[in-house]
């Protein structure tokens, strides 16, 4: 068994204190590590890739909630769209009417983060303040198969901790800012998903409702197997 226990049980009891939730990101990682998580009681798991995702959602237990956290094309989307839990990486309205699409196709309404590009790298997709303040809230409210409720970013990959606190603070107080603004359409946000293996006890500190690790549970990817 690959999975990380004593490292497990840390992380799970620095985020209950803080009412944080867990996504056990498992990509590139066999359905056995998955489901030795979930025999311990974990029930959120992330994925990068559609079809890696479509295919350990076929083998493993029905109530796992499958979070999607990679880049989504617009023409994949129809193959999550039936069973994913939550889709952290929304990053161009274009996606989110693609989504919603779907979702009215498999008669689901799918809950969405839109993705914040908060890191310095160029690398990054997402939204930026701007164009995050200015999404049209009436366009907004017709897509009644989907859900913004939150927003999710990833820091710079950097020794920097001040670097990423930084940047992590940026993305809680544009979170505060957005949620006020959809409060009028009568949907305040309630996930900020930040954090994972290298960074994620800070983000804690900067008001991260949902972390997202991998590797401190799993080990190391090879991507090269
Ligand atoms: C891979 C990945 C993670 C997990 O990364 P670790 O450093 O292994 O914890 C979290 N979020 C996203 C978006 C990822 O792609």
């Known amino acids: 068994?690959?999975?990380?226990?004593?490292?497990?049980?840390?992380?799970?009891?620095?985020?209950?204190?803080?009412?944080?939730?867990?996504?056990?990101?498992?990509?590139?990682?066999?359905?056995?590590?998955?489901?030795?998580?979930y025999n311990l009681g974990q029930r959120d798991f992330g994925e990068n890739y559609v079809q890696e995702l479509v295919d350990k959602q076929a083998s493993l237990p029905a109530d796992i909630n499958w979070h999607?956290?990679?880049?989504?094309?617009?023409?994949?989307?129809?193959?999550?769209?039936?069973?994913?839990?939550?889709?952290?990486?929304?990053?161009?309205?274009?996606?989110?009417?693609?989504?919603?699409?779907?979702?009215?196709?498999?008669?689901?309404?799918?809950?969405?983060?839109?993705?914040?590009?908060?890191?310095?790298?160029?690398?990054?997709?997402?939204?930026?303040?701007?164009?995050?303040?200015?999404?049209?809230?009436?366009?907004?409210?017709?897509?009644?198969?989907?859900?913004?409720?939150?927003?999710m970013g990833m820091a710079s990959f950097t020794e920097d901790t001040g670097k990423v606190r930084a940047e992590f603070k940026t993305l809680k107080t544009l979170f505060d800012k957005f949620s006020a603004k959809l409060s009028a359409i009568n949907q305040p946000l309630s996930v900020l998903s930040m954090g994972m293996s290298g960074d994620y006890k800070i983000a804690v500190e900067e008001g991260s409702t949902m972390v997202r690790i991998g590797s401190l549970l799993f080990g190391a990817r090879d991507y090269n197997k």
């Open 68 to 151: 999607f956290i990679g880049h989504l094309q617009s023409n994949k989307a129809k193959y999550i769209a039936p069973f994913v839990h939550l889709i952290h990486g929304v990053d161009s309205l274009k996606l989110l009417k693609e989504v919603n699409k779907q979702a009215f196709k498999s008669n689901r309404i799918i809950n969405c983060l839109l993705q914040v590009h908060i890191a310095q790298e160029e690398t990054k997709f997402g939204f930026d303040e701007q164009e995050l303040l200015g999404i049209d809230l009436n366009e907004l409210t017709l897509l009644a198969s989907i859900k913004v409720i939150g927003l």
């Open 1 to 37: 068994m690959a999975i990380n226990l004593p490292e497990y049980n840390s992380i799970k009891q620095q985020l209950q204190s803080n009412n944080v939730k867990l996504v056990a990101v498992s990509k590139t990682k066999p359905a056995q590590d998955i489901q030795a998580l």
